[in-house]
């Protein structure tokens, strides 16, 4: 009997006891998803590359072992997508581009090799924007594979650039999936998609065999149903690494889940973010203020902040612009970026070139400057909350130029500053398009974003809903 | 990457309306002569208005879009050229608000990074 959608859109949590359990097969789920891949996933473009040999192969090795007793932990056995940005033994790592579709490499980057030795089992390459939009891009399309459309509507963008990754998951393709975040890359898809997404602390999960964009940027972490499934793979994935220099000490790395201490909700200091998506549809700020006024409930203070001004964009830019021109650089000087789908990635590169010196030298001045007043604003607060994003999914074929412009606080200095942040649905639009709530919190308190977030779905069932059928 | 944040950091994403094909000073150069000709049956207008200095900041602008020319003109049409032109004044604004930033002499660089922490 196939499986039907209660299992395909169960949590992690929720497959991991049933897997264990052995009430649930993996090589049953595998195919399961395999299959839905084949038919859902193409349908809205989510992935790349299906690795159907080695899901197969890794779920018949991971029902061997739970069927012999021997039990690697939560994500034995349960199958997940990972960014085609992450190299995959001998599987197309295209980085989303075209110039890059024959592009194989020998290892497999550090998450994946850990999630292998945790007994999950990869489904496929999830797509993903040309270059991260290391190189600009205007138009959703810009993608080796085309847009990936939103489960919730079809006719909408899942934002980018881990389009795929957040498809994958919003439409019961995979109970979790691998992104990646250098400025809203993991928050916007998890937001415009409905599902949670969680930014790790810089340095906490290894880069090693991802592509590099921004090298003090970069960041990896784990999309799911749920704020509780992020952390439990968001486990697995920390660590400190040696093949990565970004990468922290072990004692700072690891990521212990559940926490010795998990804060309660009348403990938590939560502060409302004013000026963040101001002026975009009030549908969004409604939602996630009643989603702050289900928290304040259950004891949370919340409490109205505004940022500290300051250069922060313009320094994230500049990092952002002179990195992706160095690390790039191989494809810019050979002429392969005029091979990109966007008009604006085919030309961003000769700019970034250009980028003085001195000024990426100020911009990192202005980093440590933004880095202490975030840490100061923190003593006040456990989370920073605000709108993931301003406004709900945009269309596909939206020159994404046009929409509007609105602030964005929290994601400039929440990248530029290395901080943890988790995104959750918190609502729907009148058009039934997912609404997103961001939790930013200190660096290495990543545990305080996910444990706001769990007792904010506690609270709701928005983590819950399924989009309609394709 | 959020929608702010692509227009932020995209190069291309501000969109300036009505395109140039050339250089900003040229385009300025050529604005000016039409209206001279158009006009030039008033004593007035017989001689051309010479073209407005360039702020630092558009001749910044200006110059990246040379340099980058320079560099990699077989590559750039008139249209990219144009392009790279409404990017590059992008870029300057970056730029501009960037060193507008007041610092210290002793605000050193992130370049370590760290993630600082405070005892609470």
């Known amino acids: 009997m196939p499986l039907g959608d209660d299992i395909l859109f169960a949590s992690v949590r929720d497959l991991s006891e049933k897997l264990r359990k052995r009430e649930l097969s993996p090589v049953e789920l595998t195919d399961a998803y395999l299959e839905r891949a084949d038919s859902t996933g193409a349908a809205i473009n989510a992935y790349a590359t299906v690795t159907r040999d080695l899901a197969r192969a890794q779920a018949k090795k991971a029902e061997q072992e739970i069927s012999a007793g021997f039990w690697r932990g939560p994500l034995h056995g349960m199958p997940y997508a990972a960014k085609d940005l992450l190299a995959v033994r001998w599987y197309p790592t295209t980085w989303g581009a075209a110039p890059l579709r024959a592009q194989k490499l020998a290892y497999d980057a550090t998450v994946i090799q850990k999630l292998t030795d945790a007994g999950a089992v990869l489904l496929g390459k999830s797509a993903m924007v040309e270059l991260a939009g290391g190189l600009g891009y205007r138009f959703p399309s810009a993608s080796a594979t085309g847009a990936a459309k939103n489960p919730w509507n079809p006719s909408r963008w899942t934002c980018g650039s881990s389009s795929g990754s957040a498809a994958i998951v919003s439409a019961g393709l995979a109970p979790f999936a691998i992104g990646s975040e250098t400025w809203g890359s993991i928050l916007c898809p998890s937001s415009h998609c409905g599902v949670s997404g969680l930014r790790p602390t810089y340095g906490r999960v290894s880069r090693h065999g991802a592509m590099a964009l921004s090298y003090t940027l970069d960041k990896i972490g784990p999309l799911a149903r749920t704020a509780e499934d992020c952390a439990l793979v968001l486990q697995v994935l920390a660590g400190h690494d040696p093949a990565d220099e970004g990468s922290l000490p072990q004692g700072e790395a690891q990521f212990v889940w559940p926490p010795h201490e998990k804060p309660s909700p009348s403990r938590l200091r939560i502060g409302w973010v004013t000026q963040q998506g101001k002026g975009g549809p009030p549908a969004v700020e409604a939602a996630c203020r009643a989603a702050l006024e289900l928290l304040r409930k259950q004891g949370a203070s919340v409490e109205p902040v505004a940022i500290p001004d300051g250069a922060w964009v313009p320094a994230t830019t500049v990092i952002l612009y002179a990195e992706a021109g160095s690390a790039l650089r191989p494809l810019i000087r050979s002429g392969q970026v005029g091979e990109l789908v966007d008009p604006a990635a085919k030309l961003g590169g000769y700019l970034y070139e250009t980028i003085p010196a001195a000024d990426f030298e100020t911009a990192q001045r202005v980093r440590l400057v933004a880095q202490k007043k975030m840490d100061v604003l923190f003593q006040r607060f456990d989370v920073l909350a605000g709108p993931s994003v301003g406004e709900p999914a945009w269309a596909l074929d939206q020159n994404l130029d046009t929409v509007a412009d609105l602030p964005d606080p929290l994601g400039a200095l929440g990248n530029l500053c290395g901080l943890p942040a988790i995104s959750v649905p918190c609502g729907f639009t009148a058009d039934k398009l997912p609404i997103g709530i961001q939790f930013v919190g200190r660096a290495l308190d990543d545990a305080a974003c996910v444990t706001t977030a769990m007792h904010l779905q506690a609270a709701t069932d928005w983590h819950k809903r399924r989009p309609p059928a394709l | ?120």
């Open chain 2, 1 to 120: 990457m959020s929608r702010l944040s692509r227009r932020e950091f995209a190069g291309g994403a501000a969109a300036l309306i009505g395109a140039t094909l050339l250089p900003a000073r040229v385009v300025a150069d050529e604005k000016t002569t039409p209206r001279a000709q158009a006009s030039s049956a008033t004593p007035a207008a017989a001689t051309p208005t010479p073209p407005k200095p360039l702020t630092a900041g558009q001749a910044e602008a200006e110059a990246r879009v040379q340099m980058i020319v320079a560099r990699y003109g077989a590559r750039i049409s008139a249209a990219d050229r144009s392009e790279l032109v409404r990017m590059s004044n992008d870029v300057q604004g970056q730029l501009d608000r960037l060193r507008a930033f007041p610092l210290d002499w002793d605000d050193q660089p992130a370049h370590t990074f760290r993630a600082p922490r405070r005892r609470r």
